[in-house]
């Protein structure tokens, strides 16, 4: 099973608002409640941000948010922060019991 | 606190077998589902495959890419997580991450926290 389907890069300015994509199939994406996200600094472990499609980890800023429009999931990103930049991968849980992560975003704060 | 320790990795021939281990601490490890997930050099995230809670059934699921090769098991016991690795490839060197489910009982197919991971490399 191929990969969901992200941006390889986006960028944005400090205090803009950015949207990172992830794209699959009625079959993961779109069919099931069980999308996350995650962020991962160079060299870091990555970070759970967002789980079944809009809700936060206690201690995740409120600045992250989640979003899903038929096979495709969102990641809103507001205020950025220079902080802020890294990759982020979707995950999906799949009609075949598995899990299947989005190839991966850089962001670039500007 | 809670915490996952992996271990095991290391340098491996193509075709030979390998164990990594996942140390559990601050929790009870059959009370949750448990996933390995890997990360090739300058790649991205690959889930490898998870063990259902024991609530669940505790059966497993694997990618296709590992299928019939790997298995994860636990022993709760010990508070340990495995990952046998057999009939290694080249394309398995990876960085390996332990990780537990979010939730207690049934999944959120969401990961926190995440191990360290630990390094596995394929090479003759």
């Known amino acids: 099973q191929f990969a969901l389907t992200q941006p390889a890069s986006v960028s944005g300015s400090p205090g803009q608002s950015i949207t990172i994509s992830c794209t699959g199939t009625?079959?993961?994406?779109?069919?099931?409640?069980?999308v996350s996200w995650y962020q991962q600094h160079p060299g870091k472990v990555p970070k759970l941000l967002i789980h079944e499609v809009t809700n936060r980890p206690s201690g995740v800023s409120n600045r992250f948010s989640g979003s899903k429009s038929g096979n495709t999931a969102s990641l809103t990103i507001s205020g950025l922060q220079a902080e802020d930049e890294a990759d982020y991968y979707c995950?999906?849980?799949?009609?075949?019991?598995?899990?299947?992560f989005g190839g991966g975003t850089k962001l670039t704060v500007l | 606190e809670v915490q996952l320790v992996e271990s095991g990795g290391g340098l491996v021939q193509p075709g030979r077998s390998l164990r990594l281990s996942c140390t559990a601490s601050?929790?009870?490890?059959?009370?949750?589902?448990m996933s390995w997930i890997r990360q090739a050099p300058g790649k991205g995230l690959e889930w490898v495959g998870f063990?259902?809670?024991?609530?669940?059934?505790?059966?497993?699921e694997y990618a296709a890419s590992v299928k019939g090769r790997f298995t994860i098991s636990i022993d709760d016991s010990r508070s340990i997580a495995y990952l046998q690795m057999n009939s290694l490839e080249i394309e398995d060197t990876a960085l390996y991450y332990c990780?537990?489910?979010?939730?207690?009982?049934?999944?959120?197919?969401?990961?926190?926290?995440w191990g360290q991971g630990t390094l596995v490399t394929v090479s003759s």
């Open positions: 995950s999906s849980y799949t009609s075949s019991s598995t899990l299947i």
């Open positions: 009625s079959g993961d994406v779109g069919g099931y409640h069980y």
């Open positions: 990780t537990r489910d979010l939730l207690r009982g049934y999944s959120a197919y969401a990961f926190d926290p």
């Open positions: 601050g929790f009870t490890l059959g009370d949750y589902a």
């Open positions: 063990i259902r809670s024991q609530a669940y059934g505790g059966t497993t």
